[in-house]
Structures are given as structure tokens and as C-alpha cells.
């Protein structure tokens, strides 16, 4: 089985300033590894993803995270945020093969303010 | 292409009260799910379908049942609603062969009392 933890429940930031929102895994097999996003009163929209290859990927509004097999984590990161970004932020992990086992952390509240 | 579709987007019921929250989709993808969302838990998989007429058990089936008898549409029906079944529920979908890239729905609030 694998796992997800997300350490930090809420993370407030002043707008323009950088931030992080962790991810750590587990899992005894091969995942895939991804950052949803939701906003307010919104379902789940996929923010990133990393199947293989360069293990820094980027979205198109400025984020990005990187894999890190040895530390079997996958933080978020953005230098500068934005009013806009304000939203739960979840990780999650996918078994390479098995649609079904989608496994996702319990979110992030990125709370952003001027 | 209106992607995924849930209705209804708001419900309340009362204990023992049966209903149907219904999902739709478009884009002809033979994978379909449903989540609950608590608050603190993130997401956790109530029942998926690889295709019509094939349905399976997640992590959180007790309480709701699942059919699939179109590609299309992918009903969760909770027969008996308790308390402990108010949630956010989301379905998503994909296609098989590209089943890491799931799409969600705009989600259904149901309340029971």
C-alpha cells in the first residue's frame, strides 16, 4: 500500500513572497506522483504531474516540484505567489499500472494575502 | 465537451432517506470513480469501473452502490443515507490507457440529518 503525508494543514504567505508545500510518500512500488488543486466551492484540477524523466516539472502558472526518489518526496514550490493561488492543495501518488489506487494526501491550505 | 458533469451540486437528506448523485461524461473514457472528501482526509475511493457492465470496490464502499450501464454515466446510490455519509463527492474519470491523467468533477455537497 502506499501513503501520503502532507505535514503542513494550513500555510499562510503575503503575496509576492515564495513558498513551499510538502509532500513525502510511501510505497513499496512505483508511483506516479501529482499536485491537484481546488478552489473555492471547485473540484480537483491537476496542477502537475511527474510520470518519469526530468524529475523537476513545471505547470503553466508558475509552479513546480521535484522528485526526490532518495528522500521520496515531491514538494511544491513557487517564488512568487499571487492572490489567485489561494486554495487546498493536494498530493498524490499512483501505482505505475492501476488506475484505481490513487492515493492523495490530506491538503494543504495555501492562504494567500496582501 | 462539457468534461465531467455531477448533479446535483447541493443535497440534503434524512437519515434513511435514499438517492442517486449522478455523474456524466463526455470525452468516451472507460474509467470512472467516485471519492469522498472529509475535512482532514483528503480524498478516499468509494467505487470505480473500468467499463460498462465492470464495477469495483475502493477504499470506502459500505453504504453505497455502484452501476455502470453506459461508458457515459456512472450513478452512486446511497439506499439508506446515515449521518456519517455527509461529504463532498466527486467523480472522476480517464481513459485507460492514460488512466494518471483523471479528470474531477465540480463535486456534490450532500448533508443527512
Known amino acids: 500500500a502506499q501513503s501520503v503525508t502532507q505535514l503542513d494543514s494550513q500555510v499562510p504567505v503575503f503575496e509576492e513572497a515564495p513558498v513551499e508545500l510538502r509532500c513525502n510518500y510511501s510505497?513499496?512500488?512505483?508511483?506516479?506522483l501529482f499536485w491537484y488543486v481546488q478552489y473555492p466551492n471547485q473540484g480537483l484540477q491537476l496542477l502537475l504531474k511527474?510520470?518519469?524523466?526530468?524529475?523537476l516539472v513545471e505547470s503553466i502558472n508558475g509552479f513546480e516540484a521535484e522528485f526526490n526518489k532518495s528522500q521520496t518526496s515531491f514538494h511544491l514550490r513557487k517564488p512568487s505567489v499571487h492572490i489567485s493561488d489561494t486554495a487546498e492543495y493536494f498530493c498524490?501518488?499512483?501505482?505505475?499500472?492501476?488506475?484505481?489506487?490513487?492515493?492523495f494526501g490530506t491538503g494543504t491550505r495555501l492562504q494567500v494575502t496582501l | 465537451n462539457a468534461g465531467v458533469t455531477q448533479t446535483p451540486k447541493f443535497q440534503v437528506l434524512k437519515t434513511g432517506q435514499s438517492m442517486t448523485l449522478q455523474c456524466a461524461q463526455d470525452?468516451?473514457?472507460?474509467?470512472m470513480s467516485w471519492y469522498r472528501q472529509d475535512p482532514g482526509m483528503g480524498l478516499r475511493l468509494i467505487h470505480y469501473?473500468?467499463?460498462?457492465?465492470?464495477?469495483d470496490q475502493g477504499e470506502v464502499p459500505n453504504g453505497y452502490n455502484v452501476s455502470r450501464s453506459t461508458t457515459e454515466d456512472f450513478p452512486l446510490r446511497l439506499l439508506s443515507a446515515a449521518p456519517s455519509q455527509t461529504s463532498v463527492y466527486f467523480c472522476?474519470?480517464?481513459?485507460?490507457?492514460?488512466?494518471?491523467?483523471?479528470?474531477f468533477g465540480p463535486g456534490t455537497r450532500l448533508t443527512v440529518t
Open positions: 472522476a474519470s480517464s481513459r485507460l490507457d492514460t488512466y494518471y491523467e483523471q479528470y
Open positions: 510505497s513499496s512500488v512505483s508511483v506516479y
Open positions: 511527474y510520470l518519469s524523466g526530468s524529475t
Open positions: 498524490a501518488v499512483l501505482p505505475t499500472g492501476t488506475a484505481s489506487k490513487l492515493t
Open positions: 470525452m468516451n473514457h472507460e474509467y
Open positions: 469501473s473500468v467499463g460498462a457492465g465492470i464495477t
